[in-house]
């Protein structure tokens, strides 16, 4: 029990834990009930669980359960063995059953006719078809055939990989360009059967026919075990002849309860690891090996002896990363003991600092701690929880860079190594280090409701393989120039916005100011343009932080589009016949700038606020006062200009980039030189002089900028928005992370520890694992 103490010894679990629970989440309103289970008290929730319950008070609370409509869920382990059991009643509807966001895709074309054909880019995945016959489908951003935005949900029909059918569209607009096909997902039903029936005729999830013998002995030996707890009044003995043995392990419910998302438990899932009662040693274990010493590891001792206990505190391990499934090792491995002992040693490296978003899954960590190191954090949280653990906090990144400090002795001299990272090419060079080590290796990752854990155990197992190429949401220049297509196009567009105006130009000036030889030996004229820019445009105050949001407002959402269109004109050919706006280029559009539009505003005053940090001038927030400024701006009216040339491709936007003319470039660096002396001898000239803004994903104002530099630009090219939260995961590139998923994956990294503890050197114990909690699937096999 990793939120309490032995301060707490003697004190109500139930107040002990509210106390630790209330610091682990203010938010959350924790009440502690010390009392029977009655009717009057179940009444009012809409979730039961109970865990470690006598099976009279399970059958007694889920018949009123069930009854009552409320959702119910027993959970219970003991030793290497676990049960689950869901009861939602017997008209359950999950609102939301599939995996993930709803699938979408690009559209390529739509025929007029009976029925009409949709091309799409990309209707299928190495896991097949992303849509399915009787889909249903929305349509949005479609220019041309704009009926189709505004229809209710139409059935399709798959034809092939990249075609749908759909209904009768030969009335409609001919279709021009753009547009989105989004799958509607249906609410399902389930039906459960109360605790009572369930028992006698078990429903029990497997992931194949041949697990299911397995899984009803496993229902059985809990009834018979009950049954023991029932007739002697106590749990069995450890070891003892005729009684089974029970125990307790540290590393042993999903949301579907309440959020209605995904299908839920159906009803039964039990889980063994008795593998590990088949190392060598443990089936020589005798009622004394396991007997309680008093100690806290007492119920760990009942499984696998007194002796491994030690063991278990003699381990040097490394612990690389500290986020969300390293937080859970760490909280595991202190439990366990690991590294508790006079000569153990836990390492846990992290080069990050605690953040806001953090706290979520992220156990170890409190508000107090943001900004904080991680690993820093993290051990002091594991010495609170078992100051025998002798913990050490590393804050270096395990790579080709630390190499000297990481020796091959380094690794040699570790028992193992858990792998606690959120990029493969990261788990890859670690990977590589172990093997060449022969040190033990744990690699755990996870993305929202799906993990895995792969165990490499040299000379047993074969190496985890080389890293697949990662997608790291980077896209072709004149994609994200020109050419968007999809909200993930816009929004890295309005990242590399946020860099190039509150990023770079702050850091040219500032090396500009501080740097005698920055024009001795100057940069590409590019940059000297830009330094010559960003000096030009310092404001003098709030108002012309304003005017100049609003004059970059015009400049890429009118003007630039003007421009792109008065190149290439919407009836613009490639040839004979063959449009330009077409297939993967949807025709934009310009907008007009209207200060009573919400999401212009918001560009306005979250690029004014950013604007004015860069320049040290005080910001204001007043969107009326922002208004009346606005209404006050006249602008040039925009003519488009003959000649120039945009890039189609990657190479052309490459080789598009024209050096500064020589003579234009001398005079410029003359006029910086005598810029820079005036500014030099302004007494009132800040050094630096510019405050450089990198972009933050915790920071409201700089996602208000990018979610409404996205959609501006969204809007543009027909592409359906995005909403704030939405923007800042794809913006913040955070990976989909929930804390009951890290929890069950930390959990099956350390069942694989224990084996690894034993020195076990049979391939047929370690197990690899695979865990989907949204379709309640758990996968565990031998490694190669």
Same mark, same amino acid.
């Given at each position: 029990?990793?939120?309490?103490?032995?301060?707490?010894?003697?004190?109500?679990?139930?107040?002990?834990?509210?106390?630790?629970?209330?610091?682990?989440?203010?938010?959350?309103?924790?009440?502690?009930?010390?009392?029977?289970?009655?009717?009057?008290?179940?009444?009012?929730?809409?979730?039961?669980?109970?865990?470690?319950?006598?099976?009279?008070?399970?059958?007694?609370?889920?018949?009123?359960?069930?009854?009552?409509?409320?959702?119910? %869920?027993?959970? !219970? #382990?003991?030793?290497?063995?676990?049960?689950?059991?869901?009861?939602?009643?017997?008209?359950?509807?999950?609102?939301?059953?599939?995996?993930?966001?709803?699938? /979408?895709?690009?559209?390529?074309?739509?025929?007029?006719?009976?029925?009409?054909?949709? #091309? /799409?880019?990309?209707?299928?995945?190495?896991?097949?078809?992303?849509?399915?016959?009787?889909?249903?489908?929305?349509?949005?951003?479609?220019?041309?055939?704009?009926?189709?935005?505004?229809?209710?949900?139409?059935?399709?029909?798959?034809?092939?990989?990249?075609?749908?059918?759909?209904?009768?569209?030969?009335?409609?607009?001919?279709?021009?360009?753009?547009?989105?096909?989004?799958?509607?997902?249906?609410?399902?039903? /389930?039906?459960?059967?109360?605790?009572?029936?369930?028992?006698?005729?078990?429903? =029990?999830?497997?992931?194949?026919?041949?697990?299911?013998?397995?899984?009803?002995?496993?229902?059985?030996?809990?009834?018979?075990?009950?049954?023991?707890?029932?007739?002697?009044?106590?749990?069995?003995?450890?070891?003892?002849?005729?009684?089974?043995?029970?125990?307790?392990?540290?590393?042993?419910?999903?949301? $579907?309860?309440?959020?209605?998302?995904?299908?839920?438990?159906?009803?039964?899932?039990?889980?063994?690891?008795?593998?590990?009662?088949?190392?060598?040693?443990?089936?020589?274990? +005798?009622?004394?090996?396991?007997?309680?010493?008093?100690?806290?590891? *007492?119920?760990?001792?009942?499984?696998?002896?007194?002796?491994?206990?030690?063991?278990?505190?003699?381990?040097?391990?490394?612990?690389?990363?500290?986020?969300?499934?390293?937080?859970?090792?760490?909280?595991?491995?202190?439990?366990?003991?690991?590294?508790?002992?006079?000569?153990?040693?836990?390492?846990?490296?992290?080069?990050? #600092?605690?953040?806001?978003?953090?706290?979520?899954? &992220?156990?170890?960590?409190?508000?107090?701690? =943001?900004?904080?190191?991680?690993?820093?954090?993290?051990?002091?949280?594991?010495?609170?929880?078992?100051?025998?653990?002798?913990?050490?906090?590393?804050?270096?990144?395990?790579?080709?860079?630390?190499?000297?400090?990481?020796?091959?002795?380094?690794?040699?001299?570790?028992?193992?190594?858990?792998?606690?990272?959120?990029?493969?090419?990261?788990?890859?060079?670690?990977?590589?280090?172990?093997?060449?080590?022969?040190?033990?290796?744990?690699?755990?990752?996870?993305?929202?409701?799906?993990?895995?854990?792969?165990?490499?155990?040299?000379?047993?197992?074969?190496?985890?393989?080389?890293?697949?190429?990662?997608?790291?949401?980077?896209?072709?220049?004149? #994609?994200?120039?020109?050419?968007?297509?999809? %909200?993930?196009?816009?929004?890295?567009?309005?990242?590399?916005?946020?860099?190039?105006?509150?990023?770079?130009?702050?850091?040219?000036?500032?090396?500009?100011?501080?740097?005698?030889?920055?024009?001795? &030996?100057?940069?590409?004229?590019?940059?000297?343009?830009?330094?010559?820019?960003?000096?030009?445009?310092?404001?003098?105050?709030?108002?012309?932080?304003?005017?100049?949001?609003?004059?970059?407002? $015009?400049?890429?959402?009118? *003007?630039?589009?003007?421009?792109?269109?008065?190149?290439?004109?919407?009836?613009?050919?490639?040839?004979?016949?063959?449009?330009?706006?077409?297939?993967?280029?949807?025709?934009?559009?310009?907008?007009?700038?209207?200060?009573?539009?919400?999401?212009?505003?918001?560009?306005?005053?979250?690029?004014?606020?950013?604007?004015? $940090?860069?320049?040290?001038?005080?910001?204001? +927030?007043?969107?009326?006062?922002?208004?009346? %400024?606005?209404?006050?701006?006249?602008?040039?009216?925009?003519?488009?200009?003959?000649?120039?040339?945009?890039?189609?491709?990657?190479?052309?936007?490459?080789?598009?980039?024209?050096? +500064?003319?020589?003579?234009?470039?001398?005079?410029?660096? &003359? *006029?910086?030189?005598?810029?820079? $002396?005036?500014?030099?001898?302004?007494?009132?000239?800040?050094?630096?002089?510019?405050?450089?803004?990198?972009?933050?994903?915790?920071?409201?104002?700089? %996602? !208000?900028? =990018?979610?409404?530099?996205?959609?501006?630009?969204?809007?543009?090219?027909?592409?359906?928005?995005?909403?704030?939260?939405?923007?800042?995961?794809?913006?913040?590139?955070?990976?989909?992370?929930?804390?009951?998923?890290?929890?069950?994956?930390?959990?099956?990294?350390?069942?694989?520890?224990?084996?690894?503890?034993?020195?076990? &050197?049979?391939?047929? /114990?370690?197990?690899?694992?695979? =865990?989907?909690?949204?379709?309640?699937?758990?996968?565990?096999?031998?490694?190669?």
């Amino acid at each position: 029990q990793f939120l309490l103490g032995e301060s707490d010894l003697g004190q109500n679990r139930a107040k002990a834990s509210q106390r630790a629970l209330t610091k682990l989440n203010p938010c959350v309103v924790v009440e502690a009930h010390t009392g029977e289970l009655s009717e009057a008290f179940l009444a009012p929730f809409q979730v039961v669980v109970l865990t470690e319950s006598p099976l009279e008070e399970q059958l007694r609370v889920g018949d009123f359960c069930h009854a009552q409509g409320i959702c119910f %869920i027993v959970a !219970d #382990t003991k030793g290497l063995a676990g049960q689950l059991f869901c009861d939602f009643g017997e008209q359950f509807v999950i609102d939301d059953p599939a995996e993930g966001d709803p699938v /979408c895709a690009a559209v390529q074309h739509i025929s007029q006719g009976n029925p009409g054909v949709v #091309t /799409c880019m990309g209707t299928e995945d190495s896991h097949g078809h992303l849509f399915c016959d009787a889909d249903l489908v929305t349509f949005s951003g479609v220019q041309g055939m704009t009926e189709l935005n505004s229809q209710k949900p139409v059935p399709v029909r798959v034809l092939d990989a990249f075609r749908l059918e759909i209904g009768d569209t030969s009335s409609f607009s001919p279709y021009r360009c753009g547009g989105l096909v989004s799958q509607v997902q249906k609410p399902q039903e /389930c039906s459960h059967e109360p605790l009572c029936q369930s028992l006698e005729e078990p429903k =029990i999830r497997v992931a194949s026919p041949e697990d299911l013998p397995r899984s009803r002995s496993l229902h059985a030996a809990f009834q018979a075990l009950h049954a023991f707890r029932r007739e002697q009044g106590r749990l069995p003995r450890p070891r003892a002849p005729g009684d089974p043995p029970p125990g307790h392990l540290p590393t042993g419910c999903s949301p $579907q309860a309440i959020t209605r998302k995904f299908l839920p438990l159906d009803q039964w899932l039990y889980f063994d690891a008795l593998e590990c009662l088949a190392l060598s040693g443990a089936a020589q274990l +005798t009622e004394m090996d396991c007997a309680p010493r008093g100690s806290r590891y *007492d119920g760990q001792i009942a499984v696998f002896g007194a002796n491994f206990q030690e063991k278990l505190g003699h381990q040097k391990y490394l612990v690389v990363g500290a986020g969300a499934i390293g937080c859970e090792l760490l909280k595991n491995f202190a439990m366990m003991g690991l590294a508790a002992g006079p000569d153990g040693e836990l390492i846990v490296t992290d080069m990050d #600092t605690v953040a806001l978003s953090n706290l979520h899954r &992220q156990l170890l960590y409190r508000s107090a701690d =943001i900004s904080k190191p991680k690993s820093v954090v993290a051990a002091a949280a594991v010495q609170r929880m078992n100051p025998d653990v002798r913990v050490t906090a590393h804050q270096n990144q395990v790579g080709p860079a630390t190499e000297m400090f990481y020796r091959d002795n380094f690794f040699r001299h570790l028992d193992g190594v858990a792998s606690a990272l959120d990029t493969l090419e990261a788990r890859a060079y670690l990977e590589r280090r172990c093997l060449r080590c022969r040190t033990p290796l744990l690699d755990s990752g996870t993305e929202g409701t799906r993990g895995n854990v792969l165990a490499m155990v040299p000379p047993l197992t074969k190496p985890l393989g080389p890293a697949s190429t990662l997608r790291d949401g980077t896209f072709p220049l004149c #994609t994200l120039r020109h050419f968007p297509r999809t %909200i993930q196009h816009t929004l890295q567009w309005a990242r590399d916005e946020f860099e190039g105006l509150f990023q770079l130009p702050a850091e040219q000036v500032n090396q500009f100011m501080e740097d005698p030889a920055f024009l001795e &030996q100057p940069p590409p004229g590019k940059v000297l343009e830009q330094v010559w820019d960003s000096l030009r445009e310092r404001p003098r105050d709030w108002q012309d932080c304003v005017r100049w949001a609003r004059q970059h407002w $015009q400049s890429r959402y009118h *003007d630039a589009i003007t421009q792109l269109l008065h190149i290439y004109p919407p009836e613009h050919e490639t040839s004979p016949g063959v449009p330009f706006w077409a297939g993967d280029r949807s025709c934009p559009h310009p907008l007009t700038f209207n200060p009573d539009n919400d999401t212009h505003l918001d560009y306005v005053l979250a690029a004014a606020h950013l604007f004015a $940090q860069v320049h040290r001038v005080p910001p204001c +927030t007043d969107r009326a006062a922002i208004q009346a %400024i606005l209404r006050g701006v006249v602008l040039p009216p925009f003519a488009p200009q003959d000649g120039l040339q945009i890039p189609l491709t990657e190479e052309l936007t490459e080789e598009a980039q024209v050096p +500064t003319d020589c003579r234009q470039l001398t005079e410029l660096t &003359q *006029d910086l030189m005598q810029w820079r $002396q005036e500014l030099v001898g302004d007494e009132k000239a800040e050094t630096p002089l510019m405050e450089p803004i990198h972009f933050e994903k915790d920071n409201n104002i700089h %996602i !208000d900028f =990018i979610t409404a530099a996205s959609n501006l630009r969204a809007e543009n090219y027909g592409i359906p928005p995005a909403n704030w939260l939405t923007s800042k995961r794809i913006a913040g590139r955070i990976v989909p992370a929930i804390i009951t998923t890290t929890a069950a994956v930390a959990g099956l990294a350390c069942l694989e520890v224990y084996k690894l503890v034993w020195g076990c &050197q049979d391939l047929s /114990c370690y197990r690899n694992s695979n =865990i989907g909690l949204s379709d309640c699937l758990l996968l565990r096999f031998q490694p190669l």
